[in-house]
């Protein structure tokens, strides 16, 4: 069994998404009351060890006390039979009720203080997108796309509706809308009142996973949707008029990812207004504190005697951290062996742990360096930075490796020239403000100012440079 327990208060509140990979064996008081403890264990689908696994160890949902030693208030079957399913990521809660939703279709209501079942409603859905919760509604998603509401406070059927792949994240219901993220990338609107659908948006990247399983974010008057590879606000631009008042960030993806698609979806440089660049990342290679490895020289010297056995951890495959290091590790004649994980965190757990020797990322590992529990090799940067000055970066010690993922401001393609001159102004008259430059030196991202031309001459020559990468690290046609 695993465990993992909550901040106090209101942060536990944006925490329920963490049990989104958990089938549920004790499911704690969630966000509106102190601290909590979850405990649960790998679904493992349908296997025969899983099925065997739920056999022995019932999925129960479990409200602990808000305390420091939680007490065990009651515990409940979400299931329609005897035979306890995994509940479908974390549930919810609204107007004193618990919301559970079983992979059988079943979804229960809990009392929020004693446990007792209010009500019950049984489905022949295998239910994935766990339950969301407001507005006098519950509301689950199915494997092929089925959505159900339900009253909340009788658990009557209300409407079915319908979106075309697995839903994937909790509904988000408010403003008289019910939103359904799903897995072909779509974030789809339903009337709240009688289910009809209002509209969906897509990300315009069919080639793509949606990786990410977070629900939608309602906000007053707006929709905002997470997508890992970053280029989801830019790609909305191609919809959007070029009148200056619809802009978006330009990430490194946005160079990268058409090199690497079957089916080329986009054209990073026909298909954008370049306005400005402003600023970009910090990224190092860190190792442990006690490593024998103290500097590159000492990295390469192993890794000729030790091809492929020096290890290192990135947030994932393809991004600038795991690209520089390869980009390094041919200009240094030496093999790496790369090891991806779904963010900094997880790298560093495992840095840390001894599980594996280095990591490659942006500045996620500052603690640990100012800790003293790491060490710092290099930086990736075109000039050293100014937190670490003592550390010298790859090129000068003569690996010929920049990545600081300059990243800036666009627009859709076809702007006015002379709006595009008015917010480049702008700007660069924010980044001249002392107080933007402590926010970005607050981050260790340096300021990489460019204006219209320089920036849109820097993005043609990117994409020629990221297509060279891709070709030779063999990713072309990859997703």
């Known amino acids: 069994m695993k465990s993992q327990t909550f901040p106090p208060a209101a942060a536990c509140a944006g925490k329920h998404a963490a049990l ?91 009392d929020l203080q004693s446990g007792a079942v209010l009500w019950r409603h049984d489905s022949d859905l295998r239910l994935t997108g766990g339950p969301g919760a407001g507005d006098g509604l519950v509301v689950v998603g199915g494997l092929k796309g089925e959505v159900v509401a339900l009253d909340a406070a009788s658990g009557a059927e209300r409407w079915r509706a319908k979106v075309v792949s697995e839903v994937i994240a909790p509904p988000v219901i408010g403003q008289g809308m019910v939103l359904v993220r799903s897995n072909d990338g779509r974030v789809t609107a339903f009337d709240a009142a009688n289910g009809e659908r209002r509209w ?146 997880e790298a560093m757990v495992a840095l840390l742990g001894g599980h594996i020797m280095s990591v490659s990322d942006s500045t996620g590992w500052a603690p640990h360096v100012e800790s003293g529990k790491v060490r710092l090799l290099a930086t990736y940067g075109s000039k050293r930075t100014k937190r670490w000055p003592d550390i010298p970066t790859l090129t000068e010690l003569g690996y010929d490796t920049v990545s600081d993922s300059p990243f800036g401001l666009i627009g859709p393609k076809g702007m006015d020239p002379a709006v595009v001159k008015k917010l480049d102004d702008a700007f660069k008259a924010a980044l001249a403000d002392p107080k933007v430059i402590e926010i970005v030196d607050r981050f260790d991202q340096p300021v990489v100012y460019m204006n219209s031309a320089d920036y849109t001459a820097w993005a043609k020559s990117t994409y020629e440079a990221e297509k060279k990468t891709i070709e030779r690290l063999g990713l072309v046609g990859t997703i």
């Open 200 to 345: 969906f948006w897509n990300r315009e990247l069919p080639t793509l996973t949606v990786r990410g399983n977070d629900a939608p974010v309602l906000g007053p008057g707006f929709v905002f949707v997470g997508n890992d590879d970053g280029t989801l606000a830019a790609l909305s631009l191609r919809s959007a008029r070029p009148d200056g008042h619809t802009l978006a960030q330009a990430p490194m993806g946005l160079f990268r990812i058409p090199h690497m698609q079957k089916k080329q979806s986009f054209d990073p440089i026909a298909d954008f207004t370049y306005i400005s660049c402003l600023t970009g990342y910090t990224f190092g290679l860190v190792v442990p504190a006690d490593s024998p490895i103290k500097s590159i020289k000492d990295l390469i010297e192993y890794a000729k005697a030790n091809p492929g056995k020096f290890t290192y951890g990135s947030p994932g495959a393809n991004t600038s951290p795991h690209l520089a290091i390869e980009e390094f590790s041919e200009r240094a004649g030496i093999k790496l062996n790369h090891v991806p994980f779904k963010g900094n965190a």
């Open 20 to 110: 989104a990979r958990w089938t549920v064996a004790a499911a704690c008081m969630l966000a509106l009351v102190g601290c909590s403890t979850v405990k649960g264990w790998f679904d493992g689908g349908d296997s025969e060890k899983a099925k065997a696994k739920r056999a022995t160890e019932p999925a129960e949902l479990v409200e602990f006390s808000p305390s420091a030693s939680p007490a065990r208030l009651w515990s409940a079957n979400a299931g329609k039979g005897e035979e306890r399913l995994g509940i479908r990521q974390a549930p919810a809660i609204a107007d004193g009720r618990v919301y559970a939703a079983a992979v059988d279709g079943g979804v229960r209501a809990f």
